[in-house]
């Protein structure tokens, strides 16, 4: 079963606003990943964030995990037309391999 | 070179054919990972190898055989699939963390490979 669920599903904003993500997810974990995907094509990696942190920048991104609710989210800000994609969060766990759970994702469309 | 390679990029076939998908990367990464994923749908989880050695299978049915020869290459072996089987397989590979183990590692995913099963 997945371990992340995101909301909203979908997104459409303004180029310029910021966009937010939120994830859920159901047991422990190691870390947690955002990555982007466009147009049914291979993942891009933005950023990992570790059980033991809270929030982390990259860029126009900021990522907070919460562990205590089991939550994440994924803040855009300055959003540009290029950011259209689908963006999964993606929970990982050591279990003899390192296993890697996706929750289902928010389609992001940011208009010009 | 950080760029995990797939080949082919679009593949048809026929339920009684046999195919394969070939992955290749050559970051050094030890860990290697064949994902399924349908249209509008988050990327599932099939097999990760570790070190050459099949460490995780997500009870995929055995028409879907992995494989990996060495550690830059990955393949998928398919036989006998069904037309729900049609669906975007990406691979992915990882370094292992600093202690050896598979703590906190991205994953380098490549552009897929686009199935369809007639």
């Known amino acids: 079963s997945q371990q992340g669920e995101e909301d909203p599903q979908a997104l459409s904003i303004q180029e310029g606003e910021n966009a937010t993500m939120n994830c859920s997810y159901k047991?422990?974990?190691?870390?947690l990943q955002w990555y982007r995907q466009n147009s049914g094509r291979g993942l891009v990696h933005l950023i990992l964030?570790?059980?033991?942190?809270r929030e982390k920048h990259s860029g126009r991104l900021r990522v907070t995990l919460d562990t205590s609710k089991k939550s994440s989210s994924l803040l855009i800000t300055a959003s540009r037309a290029a950011d259209t994609a689908s963006y999964f969060c993606?929970?990982?766990?050591?279990?003899?391999?390192?296993?890697?759970?996706f929750g289902a994702g928010t389609r992001l469309f940011v208009k010009a | 070179d950080t760029e995990v390679t797939q080949t082919p990029k679009h593949l048809v076939m026929g339920m009684t054919n046999k195919k394969s998908l070939k992955c290749e990367q050559h970051?050094?990464?030890?860990?290697m990972y064949w994902y399924k994923q349908k249209a509008k749908k988050p990327p599932e989880l099939m097999f990760v190898?570790?070190?050459?050695?099949?460490?995780i299978n997500e009870s995929v049915p055995s028409r879907f055989s992995p494989e990996c020869p060495n550690s830059s290459l990955l393949n998928l072996h398919l036989h006998a699939l069904q037309p729900e089987d049609s669906a975007l397989y990406l691979c992915?590979?990882?370094?292992?963390?600093?202690?050896?183990?598979?703590?906190?590692?991205?994953?380098?995913f490549g552009p897929g490979t686009r199935l369809l099963v007639l």
């Open positions: 970051m050094g990464h030890r860990a």
């Open positions: 047991t422990s974990i190691n870390n």
């Open positions: 992915a590979s990882s370094a292992p963390g600093l202690a050896g183990g598979w703590n906190q590692e991205t994953q380098y």
């Open positions: 993606a929970t990982g766990k050591n279990t003899g391999g390192f296993k890697t759970i």
């Open positions: 964030i570790r059980s033991n942190e």
């Open positions: 190898y570790s070190y050459e050695k099949l460490s």
